[in-house]
């Protein structure tokens, strides 16, 4: 049997986790391995660590568009692996680091996979370097550059990658648990009103001129007092709401059609460009071009 509020945890709601954020800060402040989440359709990475944290070699190689695309070749490869097993994968990637792969269930549901790892398998050494410089002579850059990014990598020995590992599955566990736990609640407590907020926005998110005031009416309460309700209820403001469930619709048709940025962007109820594109990166650190060009090359691998 179907449970209903297994569709409650999505993407979106595991990846704006504040505890989805301090794990990874604490994280990388104890092991210097850094983690993300994946989207389960598209495989788009969807970074909790700051710029500059990946570790420096695997910076250099996803800067070039052949390196980008041969890791994300590599990736989506022992991503499906790890879905299919159920279980984290350590493997080694195309440029010979340690990677890892830990998909997230929720009621059986893939909705996404964490992604960790970018670890040396062995310690620093010259004979180390040259072996890397061997595996990525198509890389075209100067030694220098690429001794210095190694000089920078991380490496952990075995027993504390496993360690890593296990940390990482009890954590997806734990996460979605709670975050389950807290969709309950609210499922429990959802007053009529937001429900028959929620519902009027699915039918009319795709007109721009969509507002707070006609939703309060449409719910049977005042403007003030509707949002009041609406933020205590679901933890977020209206119009962000609206905005993530436009997004949502954008992602979709920029992942699935050939319809322009433009088409796109009024379809989903946004009345410019310039505020189309600057709604999609607030969620999604991409432009929408951005985005489909990631999707594109995911499905060319």
Not at 23 to 46: C, D, H, Q, Y
Not at 163 to 173: D, H, S
Not at 263 to 269: E, L, S, T, W
Request: a positive charge.
């Amino acid at each position: 049997m179907k449970t209903p509020l297994a569709a409650n945890i999505d993407f979106d709601h595991l990846a704006n986790s504040p505890k989805f954020a301090e794990f990874t800060a604490i994280l990388k402040k104890l092991t210097g391995v850094v983690m993300a989440l994946n989207e389960p359709a598209s495989g788009i990475i969807r970074r909790k660590f700051e710029e500059g944290e990946d570790n420096p070699v695997c910076r250099l190689i996803r800067a070039d568009r052949i390196g980008l695309r041969r890791c994300t070749v590599c990736d989506r490869r022992h991503h499906s692996h790890a879905v299919a097993s159920g279980k984290a994968q350590r493997y080694v990637c195309h440029a010979g680091f340690w990677d890892i792969a830990v998909p997230v269930f929720v009621f059986g549901r893939h909705v996404a996979t964490i992604s960790s790892g970018q670890l040396l398998r062995e310690p620093k050494s010259p004979a180390g370097f040259r072996r890397l410089r061997k595996r990525l002579a198509w890389l075209k850059i100067p030694d220098r550059d690429l001794r210095a990014a190694y000089e920078g990598a991380p490496h952990l020995p075995p027993e504390q990658i496993t360690c890593v590992m296990r940390l990482l599955e009890l954590f997806a566990r734990q996460l979605c648990e709670s975050a389950q736990r807290i969709r309950d609640l609210q499922a429990q407590l959802e007053r009529v009103e937001v429900r028959r907020a929620r519902e009027f926005v699915e039918r009319e998110f795709r007109d721009p001129a969509l507002a707070l005031a006609e939703a309060a009416s449409h719910a049977g309460l005042s403007p003030a007092h509707f949002s009041h309700v609406f933020r205590q209820t679901t933890g977020t403001g209206f119009i962000r709401f609206i905005q993530a469930r436009r997004v949502a619709e954008a992602k979709k048709q920029l992942a699935e059609t050939q319809n322009s940025i433009t088409d796109i962007c009024f379809a989903c109820g946004f009345n410019s460009l310039t505020h189309f594109n600057r709604v999609f990166r607030a969620f999604d650190r991409l432009s929408p071009t951005q985005y489909r060009e990631s999707v594109a090359s995911q499905h060319r691998g």
